[in-house]
């Protein structure tokens, strides 16, 4: 490994960088709440943060790439499901049960613009997770992704706002088992 290289993992993981990070997103995560995504800012983000324009940009392209970030553990742990051996892993219903305590930010994000953004978010790490396996289709993974990223937006999105009451087992159940049987077709 190089020196450069050597550097910038470290730099990555030093507390200055993940407080700055946390900074921003803690601003942003306010900031969705409040307004509507698309009038949200890189400046509305920096000022309250207390971060720097240059600094901002040192870690993310734009605001979606924040967004992205900030939603990449549980949603990693969605896209888990299309892996063997995920299907009693505890931190779905954990993740869950913490969407659900959220879900005042989560009916904001999992609705208008940001939607899309976020349904392509989890295909992507979806169509990473389903790199891994060996799918029988005529159809891309970027297409496989999608639809189950959709799917499991969906029901998020209903489960979320109120149109019926589940608990999180039930939808950790639910996911796992789509996810379960979309693979094992495939297979």
Not at 123 to 132: F, G, I, Q, S
Not at 142 to 161: E, H, N, P
Request: proline content about 4%; some cysteine; aromatic content about 6%.
């Amino acid at each position: 490994m190089s020196a450069n290289a050597k550097t910038s993992i470290d730099l990555a993981d030093s507390r200055p960088v993940q407080r700055t990070k946390a900074a921003l997103f803690e601003t942003f995560l306010g900031l969705v709440l409040t307004r509507r995504y698309d009038r949200i800012t890189v400046a509305d983000i920096i000022g309250p943060a207390g971060i720097g324009r240059s600094t901002f940009y040192e870690h993310y392209r734009c605001k979606d790439d924040l967004l992205k970030e900030g939603l990449a553990g549980p949603f990693g742990v969605l896209a888990d499901t299309v892996l063997a051996g995920h299907a009693d892993d505890p931190r779905l219903e954990e993740t869950l049960a913490h969407f659900w305590e959220n879900r005042r930010t989560g009916n904001v994000l999992f609705a208008g613009t940001t939607r899309t953004l976020l349904t392509r978010a989890l295909a992507d790490l979806l169509e990473r997770r389903l790199a891994t396996r060996r799918i029988l289709s005529s159809l891309p993974p970027a297409l496989l992704a999608a639809q189950m990223a959709g799917g499991q937006i969906a029901l998020l999105t209903a489960w979320l706002s109120g149109l019926a009451p589940a608990n999180p087992k039930s939808i950790a159940d639910a996911l796992r088992a789509s996810a379960r049987a979309a693979v094992l077709d495939l297979l």
